[in-house]
């Protein structure tokens, strides 16, 4: 089945480390998404992707880096500099950026502080 | 800058009835996507129903309708004859270009 798998589930992080959650899609989109989501809010855009090799800044994206080196995945790293990383992560697909482009989503990755 | 006004935090409807849940906008965009998502406690993210700005007719999928009316900046859900599955948060999206913009979503709990 074509989809987007996000792993892992659960991730625990220490003080002052970096850690990366992982984003795999089948579906052939082009363009990749993160987003952060706190309770009781909505969803906020960290990055995103439209092609291969290229990714621009979200509305939060300091504290957080990622990387396009392949179509199929979009990894997300949280880095020390994210001083309030606890959250739920979404990660998305379309066939391409654009207004009029569904975006399709994984199961999320929740982020807690040890 | 895009913004998405969701105005009930939370809402009841019996089984088998119908609810609507509310929608404002704002952009200045002419050419824009609207959206709803369900998301239910265990977390992931569902696609319902698109509308086009520039659609005349209102957009339908089984059971959900969106009521879009462009004057009033306005894209309501409406979901018909409500099942106990339907019970989630669900979050109205616009997209002018590259990105989505979300509300804060409305709880939507669906009774015996």
């Known amino acids: 089945d074509g989809g987007i798998t996000q792993s892992p589930k659960y991730l625990f992080r220490k003080e002052g480390q970096n850690v990366t959650l992982s984003c795999e899609q089948n579906?052939?989109?082009?363009?990749m998404y993160w987003y952060r989501q706190d309770p009781g809010q909505g969803l906020r855009l960290i990055y995103y992707s439209q092609i291969v090799n290229d990714f621009q800044k979200g509305d939060i994206a300091e504290g957080y880096s990622v990387s396009r080196e392949k179509k199929e995945s979009f990894p997300l790293t949280v880095t020390s500099a994210q001083k309030n990383p606890t959250a739920f992560y979404l990660c998305?697909?379309?066939?391409?950026?654009?207004?009029?482009?569904?975006?399709?989503f994984g199961d999320g990755t929740r982020l807690s502080i040890l | 800058a895009q913004k998405i006004t969701q105005t009930q935090p939370g809402m009841f409807v019996q089984e088998k009835e119908a609810v609507t849940l509310d929608c404002t906008y704002d952009?200045?965009?002419?050419?824009?996507?609207l959206f709803w998502y369900k998301q239910p406690s265990s977390g992931e993210m569902i696609f319902l129903i698109y509308?086009?700005?520039?659609?005349?007719q209102n957009a339908t999928e089984g059971r959900y309708s969106l009521n879009f009316q462009k004057a009033r900046k306005s894209a309501n859900l409406v979901i018909s004859a409500s099942q106990l599955g339907d019970s989630a948060m669900y979050f109205c999206a616009m997209s002018p270009e590259k990105k989505l913009t979300f509300g804060t979503g409305t709880q939507l709990k669906v009774e015996l």
């Open positions: 579906l052939n989109h082009d363009a």
């Open positions: 998305a697909s379309s066939i391409a950026t654009g207004g009029h482009q569904p975006q399709h």
């Open positions: 509308q086009g700005s520039y659609d005349e």
């Open positions: 952009t200045s965009d002419q050419s824009y996507g």
